[in-house]
């Protein structure tokens, strides 16, 4: 009985000293210091501090957000840059507003989680439900853009990528507004994008999404069971040929609520002693300084340890569900709008237009490229009760056009042969598409899809060669 007792008592120690740790190791941010020499980026940014952090996941202004506030108020830093992943998965923006409002001079990347939210990354960059850009843009979103910093001689290229997790970086594009004579930072999300920014020559990236690992452990789990190659950059700097990059642990959490043995930071860095044999020789980076700033303790901090309601958080309020009348999506809310995957250059809005049911139809506003339309976030998974899949298509141009529907069941995953595709042409005005639900089979496998567990609905325009604008309404089970 003694010993047990003992066991008890000692398992109940080990927890406290394990919270204890979990909470210094969450709230406490490292604020470092860098100092790099012999870079091609030191005359134009001598004497110039750089801050950098990234992958906020802000889910309210809390203890730690207003610390890191007052930390780039005290570093009085020339430039901040923004790493990406501003909201915690599927989150809210309103916090994120809040705590960008003040930045000056500030630019930013978007991250992976920023397009689980599509239909608030928007309002970053736009008047709320318009299409107007906000007057003044601060912090500037780089999407596969390049603006120079400084002037002639002594400008530096910043190239902003979009978020390479989703694959929607393009280094490429990014460059073709580039001076190539000038030397180049730049900021992505994921380090998953070093291979080609060492192959275009790129002096500095910056970047984050790895959170150092959040956990201790991370580190030992990589290619056994965390497969992520970009978790071979977990944190720190990264030298491959004339390109230094920087792989920031962020500020926030992903997934767990809390962090053991990797703490938050902020990254400053300052550039001195540009190389006489540029091309040659690497840069050196130096660490001038480091601290730790807990951020404070409090039992609303303790409480967010522990919770894990973030992993099952919706941008919508509901479930959509078939109404009586077999109604997926009739658009007469702006609540419906929130299951749209909200893009830059892609817009939708409700219009009085072109409508076949209620008072709105949905228009469409569609940029150039592969694969432009909707993928709804969320759909009823039962069709089983109804015959026919039906939506109303309005086409305001004498051109017509292909619309794509894709339908994926349980078993489909993202494979071509598993998944239902069919084109259907677009004419001048009002089109009807109906499928009759028992013709939705595989595109190669021999099966059926199963009705009861429908998990995707995408509408798209295979390869958009122009800016379209169209109606879509009452889309529907029959």
């Given at each position: ?9 000692a ?10 740790k979990?909470?210094?190791d ?14 091609r ?12 952090l ?7 202004i ?5 610390e890191v506030?007052s ?39 978007l991250?992976?989680t ?13 008047e ?7 007057k ?7 999407r596969?853009?390049?603006l ?12 902003g990528?979009?978020d390479p997790?989703?694959?929607k970086?393009?280094i490429s ?17 994921s ?21 150092g690992?959040?956990i201790?452990?991370?580190k030992?789990l ?21 390109t ?7 500020v926030g959490?992903?997934f ?13 860095f300052e ?6 044999s ?10 001038t300084?480091t ?13 967010e ?8 958080a ?7 569900c078939i ?14 709008l ?11 809005e ?10 709105h ?8 490229g ?5 993928h ?16 109303d298509?309005f ?10 529907i894709r339908i ?8 071509y042969a598993?998944?239902f ?6 004419k001048?005005?009002?089109n ?5 639900l028992?013709?939705?089979?595989a595109?190669i ?7 009861s ?5 995408m509408?798209?325009i ?17």
């Amino acid at each position: 009985m003694k010993y047990l007792r003992f066991l008890i008592a000692a398992i109940l120690i080990l927890v406290l000293i394990t919270v204890g740790k979990i909470y210094h190791d969450t709230y406490t941010i490292e604020v470092l210091h860098y100092r790099i020499e012999n870079s091609r980026l030191a005359d134009a940014l001598t004497g110039k501090k750089v801050a950098f952090l990234s992958d906020l996941h802000i889910k309210e202004i809390g203890s730690r957000e207003r610390e890191v506030l007052s930390i780039l108020k005290n570093e009085k830093p020339d430039y901040v840059f923004l790493g990406g992943d501003y909201i915690s998965f599927r989150g809210n923006y309103e916090p994120v507003f809040d705590f960008l409002s003040d930045m000056q001079r500030t630019y930013a990347v978007l991250g992976n989680t920023d397009y689980s939210n599509e239909s608030g990354n928007c309002l970053l960059c736009h008047e709320k439900n318009s299409r107007d850009l906000k007057k003044h843009r601060t912090p500037m979103f780089l999407r596969n853009t390049c603006l120079l910093m400084g002037q002639g001689e002594n400008g530096v290229n910043l190239l902003g990528l979009d978020d390479p997790v989703n694959k929607k970086s393009d280094i490429s594009g990014a460059l073709r507004g580039c001076n190539r004579s000038a030397p180049a930072i730049l900021l992505a999300h994921s380090p998953e994008i070093f291979e080609e920014a060492v192959q275009q020559g790129i002096d500095l990236v910056l970047c984050g999404h790895n959170h150092g690992g959040q956990i201790f452990l991370t580190k030992f789990l990589h290619g056994r069971i965390l497969i992520d190659p970009s978790l071979r950059y977990l944190k720190g700097f990264y030298q491959k040929g004339n390109t230094l990059m920087y792989v920031g642990r962020g500020v926030g959490n992903s997934f767990l609520p809390f962090r053991l043995g990797v703490k938050p930071e902020i990254a400053f860095f300052e550039f001195a002693g540009k190389s006489e044999s540029v091309g040659i020789r690497s840069q050196e980076v130096f660490n001038t300084e480091t601290k730790e700033i807990i951020s404070g303790y409090s039992w609303e901090n303790l409480m967010e340890l522990f919770d894990f309601s973030n992993l099952y958080a919706k941008p919508y309020k509901t479930k959509h569900c078939i109404s009586p009348a077999g109604k997926l999506f009739d658009f007469e809310s702006e609540e419906e709008l929130l299951y749209l995957n909200w893009e830059c250059h892609k817009w939708f809005e409700m219009s009085k237009e072109h409508v076949t049911s209620g008072k709105h139809s949905l228009q469409v506003t569609l940029p150039t490229g592969k694969y432009q339309g909707i993928h709804f976030k969320d759909i009823e998974k039962d069709w089983s009760a109804h015959r026919h899949f039906v939506v109303d298509v309005f086409n305001p141009d004498k051109e017509s056009f292909i619309f794509h529907i894709r339908i994926d069941d349980k078993k489909s995953g993202w494979e071509y042969a598993n998944r239902f595709d069919k084109n259907f042409l677009i004419k001048n005005g009002m089109n009807r598409i109906s499928i009759p639900l028992d013709s939705l089979k595989a595109n190669i496998a021999e099966r059926k899809l199963d009705l009861s567990r429908i998990e995707r609905l995408m509408l798209f325009i295979p390869r958009n060669d122009k800016k379209r604008t169209f109606h879509i309404d009452n889309i529907r089970l029959e």
